[in-house]
């Protein structure tokens, strides 16, 4: 049998405008669909296109497609999940914090419970943002003019009344000194169109993801007063901790992560969590992760179920406390 040396095989893949590393390393799972339930430009947005992005280029999954379904705080596209789980196994719902505290709220019927937990893969701490023309120069500015009149300070979030970007921004104040509930909370339809109403004026401070501020803050579009972090944050080491920017003790740091449709099986679930393991060690991963700020907190299967059931009981206790329950 006639065998051909490695010059030639480039030669030959060259010829055929073939890649032959490519060609020597199939994909561990060939593709992947990402269901989004925000707009574009919001949190879930950026995790489930950074994480395509980094899967693909790293070789480890073939295709990567996003559908974003917008609705119901999150609630149609998990509605959609479960409604076509027995032809879905390509697809992956990202979600986060909000999963739980609108399943608390009631605003929609399903829990994470409905769905199949895949694992746990980035933290965002979250932030309180002004643009950059604004009067207020740091937090101390926002948290005085709040507590003279709350109802001149509006802070608007890419979410629901009550979610989230409420709750973090009513927790900071609290923690300032303030009145949780006098917040004047605008909410908007994804991070984009909340950070949009920010640029133009609408409010004056934004509730959002550090990693959803840290590239306009970069290009002197807005300025960060604090972030939820328990020390300042390499990326951005000018930025300081609300804990010392006048709110002692607020720290909270939102995971985002993936879900499957109920039923998935053992062995696809096991797939995607091996492809996500793997993620973490390449280099494509480390540049998204740095350009977004984003933590690692690889959490998969069993123990990412045990994380929700237990943030479940913890968010539902300060949600009672500040009165959105």
Known sequence: MKTISRRGLVAVATALGLSLGASAHAADI??????????????????ARGTGEALTKAG???????????????GKAIAHLIEIADKADDTLMVNSTPI??????KVFPQSFRDLTPVAGTIGDYAALV??????IQDFAGLAEAFKSD?????????????????????MIMKSAGGTPTDVKYVPYDAGGKAMAGL????????????????????????????????????????VPTCDEAGAPGAEFVNWRGFFGPPGLSAEKREAYQAAFAKMYDTPEWEAVRTRNGWVDIYNPGDDFTAFLEKQEQEIGGLMKELGFL
């Open 199 to 238: 640029l133009s004026g609408e409010i004056m401070a934004l509730s959002t993801g550090f990693g959803e501020a840290i590239d306009l803050a970069k290009q002197d579009q807005v300025r960060i007063l604090c972030v939820t972090a328990p020390k300042r944050l390499d990326i951005a080491a000018d």
């Open 130 to 135: 002004v643009g950059k023309d604004s009067q």
């Open 60 to 74: 480890i999954v073939g295709q990567a497609s996003y559908e974003n379904m917008s609705g119901g705080g999150g």
């Open 30 to 47: 060939d593709s992947i669909h990402f269901l989004i339930p925000g707009g574009a430009g919001g949190g879930w947005d950026g995790t």
């Open 100 to 105: 739980v505290i609108r399943s608390l709220q």
């Open 150 to 170: 709350p109802t001149k300070v509006s802070i608007g979030g890419g979410s629901v009344a009550g979610s989230m970007d409420h709750i973090v921004a009513a």
